[in-house]
C-alpha cells in the first residue's frame, strides 16, 4: 500500500501564495503519473495539475500562469505552488499517483482563499 501525506494547505487571502506539498512512502519513479485534484463543496472533483514520470506537465485552464507543479524524485514529494490564489480556489486539495494498476490518493488538504 502507498501512501501519501499531503501538507501546506490552509487559510490566506486572495492574492496570497501556498505550497503544497505530497510526500509518498515510496519513489514516485513508479507512478506514470502524479497530480493534484480539487473538489469544492456541491462541485465535482476536477484535476488541477499533472506531471508525469517523464516530466510532461498539464494544467487546469483555471490555474494555468499561476500555479506550478513540479517535482523532487530524491524525496519522493510531488508540488504545487499556487500563487496569486483566488476565493473560486477554495476547495479540498487531493494528492493523486497513477501507478498501472491502481491509483492511489491521499487524504486531502484544505485551502481556502477568504478576506
Known amino acids: 500500500q502507498v501512501q501519501l501525506v499531503e501538507s501546506g494547505g490552509g487559510l490566506v487571502q486572495p492574492g496570497g501564495s501556498l505550497r503544497l506539498s505530497c510526500a509518498a512512502s515510496?519513489?514516485?519513479?513508479?507512478?506514470?503519473?502524479m497530480g493534484w485534484t480539487r473538489q469544492a463543496p456541491g462541485q465535482t472533483r476536477e484535476l488541477v495539475a499533472g506531471i508525469t514520470s517523464d516530466n510532461t506537465i498539464t494544467y487546469d485552464d483555471g490555474v494555468k500562469g499561476r500555479f506550478t507543479i513540479s517535482r523532487d524524485n530524491a524525496k519522493n514529494t510531488v508540488y504545487l505552488q499556487m500563487n496569486n490564489l483566488k476565493p473560486d480556489d477554495t476547495a479540498l486539495y487531493h494528492c493523486?499517483?497513477?501507478?498501472?494498476?491502481?491509483?492511489?490518493w491521499g487524504q486531502g488538504t484544505q485551502v481556502t482563499v477568504s478576506s
Open positions: 515510496r519513489s514516485i519513479f513508479s507512478f506514470d503519473l
Open positions: 493523486v499517483a497513477r501507478a498501472t494498476l491502481k491509483t492511489f
